[in-house]
């Protein structure tokens, strides 16, 4: 049985189809339980109440998908039980810049324990991965969604700053390989897309994809911001935002790796295959 945390999200949803095709049984933890389908999970999925000490869903549990935002900040204590209920892996989602400064790693205001998630599993003794993503291809649809259903404009700052966006679905087949086979055992994975992208190429690959002469314009970071934060973002988070921009404009903060092509055995699916299979959302 693999327990999955987060399972009903945009990784775990994805993670628990895999497995399940796969062959696996799974346990899916929520805060809402209720039937798997109404989850928006498939029916085969055992359902679980989220809460600190998940004792009676560890019950036959042999390997444990620790989500981060989730677990929140009970990695350690959930991962202890577990070792002592007789799981034997751990495979822990965390993100390509844990050890980044904490001030720099905007996702720590959203309440994402990256780095707690890993230590836990690292130090867990048993069988472990770390998933270190990059940031996600989706990602883009929080940020401009808005504005590109809106007209042809995306008002952004830092139109130079470059990374490799993540598919999410390659980040749940690299998990459902960790948690089924040997191969990433006792590995810090860093997955990335396939190629490093500026925000403004970014932009211009979901024009593309809609059909539409879309274009980035710069606007300085402060008043990009303000905006951020009269958008309902958090402050802290914002200036998390744009220090992590300016400390990485001109120069890929992590270049891609190849590491999903290798561990899958086929190429990462790039942006571009990403914003054909998103455009109706930019549509809207
Ligand atoms: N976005 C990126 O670019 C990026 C890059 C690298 C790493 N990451 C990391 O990946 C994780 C996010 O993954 P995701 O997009 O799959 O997450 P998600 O979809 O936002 O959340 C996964 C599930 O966790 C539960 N959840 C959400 N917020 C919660 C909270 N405040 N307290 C307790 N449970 C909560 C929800 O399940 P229920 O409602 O069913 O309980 C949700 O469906 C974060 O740790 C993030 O730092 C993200």
Known sequence: M???????????????????????????????????????????????????????????????????????????????????????????????????????????????FNKEAEDAAVGSGLEWTSLRASSFAGNTLQAWGQQIRGGDIVRYPYARFQESLLDERDLAEAGACALLTDQLVGRRVELTGPETLTHEQTVGIIGHALGRPLRLQEVPPETAAQGMIRYGLPAPFVAALMARYARHLDRPQHPATGEVAKILGRPARTFADWAADHAAAFRG
């Open 2 to 112: 693999i327990l999955v945390t987060g399972a009903t999200g945009t990784v775990g949803r994805r993670l628990v189809d895999l497995l399940l095709t796969r062959g696996a049984a799974v346990r899916a933890v929520t805060r809402n339980p209720g039937p798997a389908r109404a989850l928006g999970l498939p029916g085969g999925v055992e359902v679980a109440q989220a809460n600190p000490a998940l004792d009676s869903a560890l019950d036959g549990v042999t390997a444990l998908f620790l989500h981060p935002r989730a677990v929140g900040a009970a990695s350690a204590a959930l991962v202890a039980r577990a070792r002592e209920r007789g799981v034997r892996k751990i495979v822990a989602l965390t993100a390509l810049n844990v050890d980044d400064p904490l001030d720099e790693q905007p996702s720590r205001f959203r309440g994402d």
